[in-house]
């Protein structure tokens, strides 16, 4: 997933823009994008709403720029972090270790997990962007797990796509559990991803190439 490209804004635009994003994001967590609103985000935020559709043409406009940042903040959190480790299975391990945290930082539910689901159902422009991030997004695994495989950390046999959906499938997982088993669901998770790369380790001496 790469972050969605910055516009033109002046420093104090870009950072009402950015305190409204922040705002809107926070509300998404709670009642989903489909909640998220022109009226309620002015007023959380002690705007008129003239002043917040001066950041937004219209609410799907909101709508679209929220999901892009959490996105934003994802990419920040998860993904860039873990480029500092070699490559191969210590940046994919960094890559769910930062994910996992991620999940357990937004108790409230992370707004990218649950837009696959908002929208999965209801076809239109924002069911193919969440498609698009969320393609970005498994590409970027299928990659952190081919390099694994090249470095020798993986058998040579596994299928990086499947992996991609198996980590994909345990972090849903993960976002459920808390629900119905709060105490115990991350180091199930963590459980889980190591017993799914464990499956997938290479007998050989791995490469130690960076």
Known sequence: MNPPPATA?????????????DR??????R????????????????MSKSGVFAHFGSREDLV??????????????VFLPSLRQPRGLPRLQAIV?????????????CVFLGAALEYDGRPGPMREHVAALTGRWHQA????????????????????????FQLQALM????HARLYRPADATALARRAVADLLARHAATAAPSTAS
């Open 172 to 175: 849903d997982g993960l976002h």
């Open 9 to 21: 804004a002046t420093p104090k635009g870009a950072s009402t823009r950015g305190m409204l994003l």
């Open 141 to 164: 695994l299928e990659q952190a797990t081919a390099m694994a495989v090249e470095q020798g950390h993986l058998a040579a046999a596994t299928d990086p796509a499947l992996v991609a």
């Open 97 to 109: 270790e930062a994910w996992i945290g991620w999940i357990d930082a937004h108790p409230e539910g």
């Open 24 to 29: 809107a994001a926070d509300m998404a967590s």
């Open 64 to 77: 679209r720029q929220t999901l892009d940042w959490v996105a934003g903040q994802f990419v920040d959190a």
């Open 31 to 46: 009642v989903g994008l489909e909640g998220v609103t022109i009226g309620e985000l002015a007023a959380m935020a002690g």
